[in-house]
């Protein structure tokens, strides 16, 4: 997973590689109105981290892959039942609902890694090597626009991706809501990832002839990535912005719902 991001990051600087022109990070940003300053002038996507917030956010997408790999994609429940106040018993594996498509991407990714990691271990030269490195990072990436992608209808909380960022809202050791402030900081890097990601789906497809990167990305956005939508980033964009409202104020229970 840090392969693919730091790939995708590299396109993003100046040099002979580089795809991201101002336009398209202005474009990228317009799905936050969050984000629109007092100027009314769109703050534009920023590439630019610093090494230790370079790791924590490459840290949440492969943790988002781990959430993935033990909740989402098993038959087997991860999580154990707890009851509601009607005495019902629900876990987050009865709610969330992965497309087909999304379990035959993950599939081939665990057949992938399997794979290699079986190499490893018992010392096998495999020619194709980079191959399976470069087929394993398609494949992470095709698997992250189909979850971006997800168009969830009412039913927001089928989303692996929501379901994930749900978790993040509550602390693990005492069950209680997350400060708002630290929960938008999580939510901001789930955001930035998916920025990073659109982009570079997007370049790559523009190197394949199939289309200009900025058109490509304001189609994503517009489509994707913006409160009014029924999709995963619809919700947590909104999420988002009644953070940065209410992160300076107590919010009761019943409002956090």
């Known amino acids: 997973m840090e392969s693919l991001l730091r790939d995708a990051h590299r396109l993003c600087f100046d040099g002979p590689d580089c795809m991201l022109t101002y336009q398209c990070r202005v474009v990228l940003s317009r799905f936050q109105p969050s984000q629109v300053d007092l100027t009314g002038k769109t703050r534009p996507f920023d590439p630019y981290k610093g090494p230790k917030s370079l790791v924590t956010y490459f840290g949440m997408a492969l943790r988002f892959v781990s959430y993935f790999s033990r909740v989402v994609?098993?038959?087997?429940y991860h999580f154990s039942p707890a009851a509601d106040n009607d005495g019902k018993t629900m876990r987050p594996e009865d709610i969330i609902q992965a497309t087909e498509e999304q379990l035959v991407v993950w599939q081939d990714i665990h057949e992938m890694a399997k794979q290699m990691r079986m190499n490893e271990q018992t010392g096998t030269d495999d020619d194709d090597e980079e191959g399976y490195n470069s087929d394993l990072k398609n494949r992470l990436l095709q698997l992250w626009m189909l979850i971006i992608?997800?168009?969830?209808?009412?039913?927001?909380?089928?989303?692996?991706?929501?379901?994930?960022?749900?978790?993040?809202?509550?602390?693990?050791?005492?069950?209680?809501?997350?400060?708002?402030?630290?929960?938008?900081?999580n939510l901001s890097a789930i955001i930035w990832i998916v920025q990073l990601l659109v982009f570079y789906d997007s370049a790559l497809k523009?190197?394949?002839?199939?289309?200009?990167?900025?058109?490509?990305?304001?189609?994503?956005?517009?489509?994707?990535?913006?409160?009014?939508?029924?999709?995963?980033m619809g919700e947590i964009l909104r999420w988002r912005l009644l953070l940065f409202k209410v992160s300076g104020a107590s919010v009761g229970t019943h409002e956090a719902s």
């Open 206 to 232: 523009e190197q394949q002839g199939s289309g200009k990167t900025l058109k490509l990305v304001k189609a994503y956005c517009d489509q994707y990535l913006q409160q009014t939508v029924e999709t995963p």
């Open 73 to 76: 994609a098993p038959d087997e």
């Open 149 to 185: 992608c997800h168009a969830t209808g009412a039913r927001r909380y089928e989303s692996p991706l929501l379901s994930f960022c749900a978790m993040l809202s509550i602390k693990p050791s005492t069950k209680s809501w997350m400060e708002p402030g630290n929960f938008n900081s």
